[in-house]
Every structure is written in structure tokens, then in C-alpha cells.
């Protein structure tokens, strides 16, 4: 049975447009908050949830794992508060909190950015016990945070590839981390770290592991533990200095899951200036990612790569979202990508899809189910074959491909229903809220094939672009004027029509996309008129 698991993956990552915005409060005491130090608890019925937390002693600090498109830190300002760093995705920034007047600020918005990707984000803040000439005391506080289309994420993410940029969420920090940006490093960035005790923990499923980083003649030495026991500390001066460099090595350990951590010690050998510790990702051996195998092999039932809007066994089209249905993709619950790009392994198994020669970009993975996207490299007619591979085992299939596929999200996220179609202030078009003639609507759909620019497989549509092939709409049975239809920027896979809804139509009336007059949504797709 096809569970049509759409909603926690590929509209979890859609543009923010899509929906209305949704802002979820988590109080200070969530037990996804992380504090590290001394924090001091305070009651009062004018703070968010009758009480906060505070600390003032340097370096204590709160982190927060968030999945959505923004935050904001909910806390106190007053004469007695001070500063704090500010750590967001490996940028810092410095917070002044504090209020010189006599009054106290309940519940204040600290610092805020709703402009992020959706994905997952790391937040820290850091006391520093500092203050400014017109302030008394340097107390931060927490009170709540603010998360816009997401939520809290349990911080204990365990890796799930084999190459691991530092920017991964299995990586947590503590302490105080920069970020250098270069084409160099793995990804572009690195993180380095001078203060004793900073510290980054690696959780891993597997039985070696490399941890790979950058070293230099101002490289310091650091202690390295597994599963909390020392292992060896690391004298990391390199002369001349080299990126993307093995730094330390384990293998041979018992299989499962482990945490390598990475301690700066804030020593140096007498050959280096420094005392910097670098983090650039982490290596695991293709043996230990792959993890236990599963309990029985994956199978793709028959018929079971369709589209991922309609769920139609129709001809897929290059480039398309794509669910594939079948049994033993993964032992139980669910695993989501986090952020853009899109991995192309999931799972403690490390589920991946190869199809046309490249591995597919994973969106989630079910037990009978994989949404992913299907390459660009495709051919545009005929057969291809998918390979879905689960701890070493592998089931095939063949699939049929043509040069479009068009269909439409539908709200339900079951392939029928009121379409996903959009207002111009990006509210939904609904019975409470249908389109107007001559109103113009964005409609969310996939397999509209080739754009001009194109995008390779997995590659974020960076800029406007247009669909290679004409593309039509009808409501009702009635054209509507097509002003644009291309891949939404900031996405993978998916498709936006811009269009103009046409006049006499009322209630809920059939829509369908067409491609080049020869590809047409499947029917059962209606949107709002009025």
C-alpha cells in the first residue's frame, strides 16, 4: 500500500511561499535546549511560559537545533544585562542585551532573522560577562524562542554519509567556533577553534572514522576521545601548511554507534605559533557507513517510480521529484534531509538510489517509500533502471521516461484534491479564499521537464529560468494565460506556473497542466474560483 508520505519531506523543504508563515514558541526549559555552564532559573508571571533562565559567567551557553526558516531569542533587557555572542550556522555576531533606563523589558525580541533556508540551523549564545559603560551587570537571559515554519530538533544527529562537511548537524560544538570561508576546505568553510576547552562532538554509526582538517604552522594541539575515553592528543602543526588533510585516524572499533570528540587544549608544540584547532568534516570508511544490513533485502514494487505530485505510474520525466514504493527501504520510522543540498544517502542503513548512471538526491526515506529526484542525465524517452541499495543489499527496476511529466501538488499531499495553488501574498487558494478572474496564481507542479538555464541534478535553481517547452493551463475547462513557468529559485525539482485565471468560473473547478500539447497533469486536481 502506497502511504504517501509527502508532507514531512518535500513540503517541509518547499519555498516558504507556498504557505502562510507559521511562528511556534519552545519555552527556555524545552529539553531540546542544550546549556552548557551556569544558568540560574527565575519565575516571574510577566515571563513567557511564568519563567527564564540567566547566566553571567563567561562562556556558559545555550544551543538550540532548529529545523525551519528563522528564530528569534525571547529574553529580558535591563540595566543590569550585558553582552553575548551570537553564533548562527557558524557565524558570529556580538549582542549588546542590555537597557540602560531603570525599566525592566519582559518577553523582548533579543535578536531575530527570518531569512534562512529551510533546513536545519544551529543557534549559540554565549555569555562573555561583559558589559558596556552604561549597564551595571552583564546577565544574559533566555526566556523563549521564536521558530518561524519549523521547530526544535533533538541535537543528537547521527552522520548519514560518508563524508561529513563540519557543517553537518552530527557535529555538535561547544565553546566558542569560528567560521573561514575558501575554495579549499571541503564544502567552502572550516571551523577553527582557539579557547581551551572548545569542543566538537562527531556521532557516528560505523567502525572507522577519519577526522579531517586543516593544519598550519599556527596549529595547536588538541585531545581526542572516543565514546568519552582518550584516545591520544593531537599535535596538528603542519609545515607547509595543507588543507583538507588527514588529522587523526581511528578504526577497528566495535559496530554501531559512536562519539569521536575533538578538545582544544589551548597548547602548542614549540615549532607553531598558535594554538588553533581546525575542523573541515570527517571520513568514514564505506564499510562502517553502510551500518548493520537490513533484516531482509529491499524490493520496488512493480510499477513503483512515479511522480511525486500525482503518484501516477505514467513516464517520469528527467529532472522531476520522483516517490518509489516498495518494502525494507529502512527498518522503521522515517529519515529527512535537513537542508539544501540534498544528500544522496539516508538512513542507518544508508539508503541511496542510483538511476542513469547517478545517485539520486534524497528528500526522505519510509520503509516503503523513497522521495527523491530523478537526474537530469535521464534519457527523454525509452527505459532506465533505478537501483535502491540498503546496507550493501540492492533491489532493481526498470521505469519509463518521457521528456515531461506535469502534475500537481495537492494540499492533501495525496495526489488529488485542491491543488497547491497560490495567492499573490502567497496565501492558499481555497473555499475561503478562491481565486478572482483575471487574478494572476502561482501553481506548485513538477515535471515540466528541461529549463533554459538548466541545473544539474541535486543543484539548487539559482537564478530565473524558463521551461523549454510550452506550457498550458486550463480551470474549468478554460485557458488561463501562462506568464511564467520555469524551476522555483531557492528549490530541487520543483516547478512553478504563473498564471491568469480566466472569467466565469465559480466553486471548486478542475485544473490541468499541459507540456509541449502532449503531457497533461492527471485529472482529480481542482482549485477555488469565485
Known sequence: MRT?????????????????????????????????????????????????????????????????TGITWIGESD?????????????????????????????????????LSPGLHRLTIESLHSHDDSTNQAWIWIDAFDVQNGTLVDPSQVAASTNVDQTDPSINYLGHWFTQSGAQYSGGSVNMAVDPGA?????????????????????????????????????????????QTVTYSLSGLSPGKHVLSIVVVGTHSSDSAGDWVWLDGFQLSASAAIGPPAASPPSIHAGGIVSAASYSAAPVAPGQLISIFGENFLASGNANATQLPLPTQLGPQNTSVTACGQPLPLYAVYPGQINAQLPMECPTSGTATATVTVGGQTATQTFSVAPASPAIFTVNGSGSGDGIVVHGDNSLVSAAKP???????????????????????????????????????SVGG?????????????????????????????????????????YSSPSGVNTWMQ
Open 4 to 68: 504517501r508520505a509527502l508532507a514531512g519531506s518535500f513540503l517541509a523543504l518547499l519555498p516558504t511561499a507556498l504557505l502562510a508563515q507559521t511562528v511556534t514558541r519552545f519555552e527556555q526549559n524545552d529539553p531540546r535546549i542544550t546549556y552548557i555552564g551556569t544558568w540560574d532559573t527565575n519565575t516571574n508571571p510577566l515571563e513567557s511560559g511564568g519563567s527564564a533562565v540567566l547566566a553571567n559567567l563567561n562562556g556558559s551557553q545555550a544551543q538550540i537545533l532548529f529545523n525551519g
Open 79 to 115: 540595566y543590569y544585562s550585558g553582552n553575548c555572542y551570537l553564533t548562527l550556522d557558524g557565524v558570529v555576531i556580538s549582542v549588546d542585551t542590555s537597557n540602560p533606563s531603570s525599566s525592566t523589558l519582559y518577553q523582548k525580541a533579543m535578536w531575530s532573522s527570518g531569512t
Open 199 to 243: 569542543r566538537a562532538d562527531f556521532t557516528f554509526n560505523g567502525s572507522a572514522v577519519t577526522w579531517i582538517g586543516y593544519r598550519d604552522q599556527w596549529s595547536g594541539q588538541a585531545q581526542v576521545l572516543l565514546d568519552g575515553a582518550v584516545q591520544q592528543t593531537v599535535d596538528t602543526y603542519l609545515n607547509p601548511s595543507a588543507a
Open 435 to 473: 481565486a478572482s478572474a483575471g487574478e494572476e496564481v502561482v501553481i506548485y507542479c513538477t515535471g515540466l521537464g528541461a529549463t533554459n538555464p538548466s541545473f544539474g541534478t541535486g543543484a539548487v535553481a539559482n537564478q530565473m529560468n524558463n521551461a523549454a517547452l510550452p506550457v498550458k493551463v
Open 478 to 518: 478554460k485557458a488561463a494565460t501562462v506568464v511564467y513557468s520555469g524551476m522555483t529559485q531557492g528549490s530541487i525539482g520543483l516547478y512553478q506556473i504563473n498564471a491568469i485565471m480566466p472569467s466565469g468560473l465559480t466553486g471548486s473547478q478542475p485544473i490541468v497542466v499541459s507540456v509541449n500539447s502532449s
